[in-house]
């Protein structure tokens, strides 16, 4: 397994970060992407993949951070150093994200603002040739708003290796991007979560498992029988299990093509 979305770099991991490593490769675990959200988060991505052989590092800016409005270039350029360095196998994460933490709406010139960082982002990857991880998630009041907007703008980069990550996006819209794009789709512990009969079922079976991936986007969602605790790398078996229940597939295929699938997508070798 690889797990494609991890943030090993987080305060939560001070204590025994190397332990919760080594776990993860002894359980299973080939491979791991340390996704950085800001630049902080980033550096210590690419300065943990430096230090691991079997650690990658993706660098981006999270949608938040464009919340602010402002220049943003210098964050980008910076962004573009970090890229350069030989163990950065993606941007990301990177995106748009609706969804209000605080009970204050997102507003349409903040939601502006996410567009264009998002869109300077695409634009370094491409330039780069790296593949981008995308967060997305829709606002409260239309489930469907970010990821029509994400939509509208990966289209413009059509030949790029995309990836949502987390991904919850509805049924019709999934039928849309499985059609149109070539985007793959990565999940987390948050779907052992799902009741039956819901629509994130019918979601996953959906999706060709040639177009999935596995992460566990620790330290948050831990998947069941951890939900609420901090999440870790060892845990993706979990997600790999629920994947292979939904879609009636044995654990092995699913281990050995989203594997395959993101030795390619990422250029792992
Ligand atoms: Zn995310
Ligand atoms: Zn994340």
Redesign the pocket.
């Known amino acids: 397994m690889i797990d494609t ?1 991890s ?1 090993l770099d987080d305060k939560r991991f001070d204590g025994d970060r190397e332990e919760i490593i080594s776990r993860a490769f002894s359980g299973g675990v080939e491979k791991i992407i340390n ?1 950085g ?1 800001d630049l902080e988060s980033s550096t210590q991505s690419v300065g943990l993949a430096g230090r691991n052989k079997n650690i990658f590092a993706a660098v981006g800016l999270h949608p938040h951070i464009f919340n602010q409005a402002g220049e943003f270039s210098k964050k980008i350029q910076s962004l573009g150093g970090l890229a350069a360095d030989k163990k950065v196998v993606a941007i990301g ?1 990177i995106g748009l994200d609706y969804f209000s933490h605080t009970g204050e709406k997102i507003t349409e010139a903040q939601k502006k603002n996410q567009q264009q960082g998002f869109i300077a982002q695409l634009e370094l990857a491409r330039d780069l040739d790296l593949p981008a991880i995308i ?1 997305c998630r829709a606002s409260k009041d239309d489930p469907i708003d970010a990821y029509e907007d994400a939509y509208r703008i990966i289209n413009v980069f059509h030949s790029m290796r995309v990836v949502f ?2 991904y919850g996006g509805g049924l019709e819209f999934t039928r849309k991007i499985i059609q149109e794009t070539d985007a793959f789709f990565s999940f987390t512990g948050n779907i052992t979560y799902v009741k039956a009969g819901s629509e994130a079922i019918e979601v996953l079976k959906a999706i060709p498992l040639e177009r999935m991936m596995l992460e566990t ?1 620790c330290p ?1 969602l831990a998947p069941v029988p951890h939900r609420g605790k901090r999440n870790e790398p060892a845990y993706i078996a979990y997600v790999k299990e629920k994947i292979a229940e939904i879609k009636e597939i044995p654990a092995q295929e699913i281990d050995r093509i989203t594997t395959e699938n993101a030795r390619l997508f990422f250029k792992l070798g």
Do not use: K, S
Request: some cysteine; overall charge negative; proline content about 0%.
């Open positions: 979305h943030h996704v959200a994460e967060h990550h987390c986007d948050y």
